[in-house]
């Protein structure tokens, strides 16, 4: 019998200068693979490593020597004692370990809750493993199922659909008031990393024109190259709020940019398109009143944090269900992962087998009610010996040394071919 | 007639239920299921308007029982269009209960058998009476969508989204289907005040008789033909277009039903 095993650290266990040192570039971990897997008692291994984790995920044949060789890597490729970090790994055996992945994948131990990052950088972490050919029949059905489950979970729960960036809660905010945001103009003023991240998810949904005023008008001619947009000087804003529809502000001056007063004269011109409004300077660039006017909406960074705070214990809220989820996916797992037990293999093709002959016999039977019930038990004898010899070869084969290498491969293959998976 | 009637109303609590649940749950089958059984619901209510023209002749708004019937089947009729049209999922939970109240109204009011008049025939009226219904029930739609806009706006306006905010479609969407919905309204209204005065003109000789119903008729056309005016010229839009709307339901509701029991007038024996 295999056992999977997973060690690893995370950003809940281990400081990042010491992930920087565990974590492997994408060359390494191909050698990394290849290397771990020639290790005695490894059968098949899988890495993930990313900046927040390292987890080495594989199925074993030795669980002791398995450990004993995992650690050995680490001190030899790393170059430090192993004994010396031990304390920040942790180490999982078969339900928790799939439990651990299952987890990961679906962003539920992911710094911040619910990313769904991770799904990706599971996926590249897996093709290398599929390239390098060191994933077998269990971790290919693990690490599937692993994928399997977080797509469940992204559609049963809500645990990715509430943003927790400001400017993921700007963008979702100004899909709630103008649907599509495809044909909107932007007008940023200011520049900021909150405010250049904002521009970037809202060019992600392709706002059609970008306007960019700057005090210093060199910068904002800089920022508007980079945005693919046009400068604005700062006198031209009010101008400007004519045929912007987002307008997002972040300068440091230290009293208001935008007034009601300027904006109410606009509404008009405008034919009352709404205008939403993101003040994320401090102090304030824009006159809080304006959210009063209609079809015009403001939120300022202290309103943003409010949505994102709400949001976070939203998803807090999703973590539950979903781990219900997980744990499920765990259940329907290890139901398969048991049932490759080389007995359990045979003696559920065995009673296949037999299920067929008896069912065969009783509709002939039916049919030849002259037969003496001598007749009748030699023909049943004769079914269950046909059955013996046929099963004879096959059962000696999964038993015998010649399939050793990949006997969880070929007790797999038994079960599909013989649809035993229904038991 | 009456198990019929139960079969109708049966399949519409069925789509207020699937309406329900969608909204809640957000799960796209619950709105399908709706939507399905609207459409049964619709057919055997339909079923039952051509049952009652094929026996009278005529179109069914001889009494109240039947008007409410009529007017159900016109709100559900325009609903499954717009829905098909708009695939606005939310306005079903607006919708349906409406339906429901409508048709459980008319089921406790019950048919009475009233003597039927020559008069009450011929092409115009029937276009009259059809279009005038449709359109009407638009602006109900309208209303719904109105009223969504208004819950969702709040929301946005106070910085707290509750329950509604994930559940409702944007503002901007809600806004042009509030829009939509009236200018199917409009035309339909207009071109049934217009076969109405031409009927008048068959039947009694005169376009305008100033009876209290074609005054608020009237009063009602120009209420949204200044709403509209507003939208073309001034660009009218959000909160304020969306409590016009509630507004102008109410005017409907008047001269559709309060008209009737406050006054007297050639339209008054449709709810007798």
New interface residues.
Partial sequence: MRHIILIGLNHNTAPVELRETIAFSDQQLKQALLCLKNKQGIEEVFILSTCNRVEILAAVSDMQSAIKSIENFFSEKKDIDFKKIKEFFYIYFNKKAAKHIFMVSAGLDSMILGEPQILGQIKVAYRAAVEQKTAGPILNRLIHKAFFTSKKIRTETGIG?HAVSISYAAVE?A?????EIEDKTLLLIGAGEMAELAVEHLKGKRVTDIYVANRTFKNGVALAKKFGGRALKLEEVPSALEIVDIVIASTAASEFIIFKKEVKNII?L?????IFFIDIAVPRNIDPDI?GL??L?L?DID?LR??IE?NKELRSKEAVKAERIVEEAVITFLNWYESLDINQVISALKSKLDAIGDAELKKTLASLKHLSSKDIEALSVMTASFINKVLYDPILFLKSAGCKKDKTAYLDFTKKIFHLDNK | MENLLLITIFFYILAGVGYFLFFTAQKNYFYKAGLYCIIAGFLFHTTIIVFKILTTRQLPIHNLFETLLTVAWSITAVFIFFDYKFKLKILGIFASPMIIFIMSAACVISDKPVEIKKIFSGFWLNIHIISIFIGEAAFVLACGAGIFYLI?EYG??R?K?GYF??RL?????MDAVCYSCIIAGFAMVTMGLASGFVYAKIAWGHFWTWDPKEIWSILTWLFYAVLLHGKLA???????FAIMTIIGVIFILFTFLGVNFLFEGHHREFTG
């Fill in positions: 659909s905010l899909k709630k008031i103008f649907g008009r405008r034919r009352n398109r709404p959210n209609a079809n909406y939120y309103d409010g949505v709400g | 969702q946005i306006k910085k989204r905010y994930k479609p944007s503002l901007s969407y001034s660009g009218w839009r959000g909160k304020r």
